[in-house]
């Protein structure tokens, strides 16, 4: 495995720069929302239950979305968050073309198999996941300059927060007595 050179570092805390984001105002909510403006594009940010990956991004022609795995503590969900939209930002993401609605799914999944079964062989995909996970340490470096260091354990809403489902042998009418 390759380590990232030098010159993509300096890109990459570039592309970080251009973004002139104010640091102090820092919740995940905000920097995305702050990114999908320069951009011009909506990024949707969204907790599903993920088997095999933690997070990824997938680009349709009118917007981006960013998938975490909800079962992870929160502060790895906003770290997660921070590296697909790292890949956003770095252009890792080609949009997915498609032609008919059923063929959206289609060419999204086979999209997303094939970036999963060859990223971790693949020198190329595999320099990229070092170009984003470099891109989201800068970011978190921001962040605790900034003194924002919390914002990067809890969300803005509510809604967002994840509550397990419960997967007890719980027994209609059985009190805590009978346990
Ligand atoms: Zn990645």
Redesign the pocket.
Known sequence: MSTLKLMHRKKIRNILDQLDYGWSQFTIEHFVAHVAAVRKRPIVVSGVALHEVTGMCVSLPTRDYIFYDVRRHRAVQVHITL?ELA?LLLGHVSSVEYTSRIGDLQSILLHINTRIAVTQTNEYLWQE?LE?EYLAHLIQQSVRTAKRLDALTRTDSAADVFIPPFTGDFVKGKSDDDV
């Open positions: 590296h890949h996941e984003a």
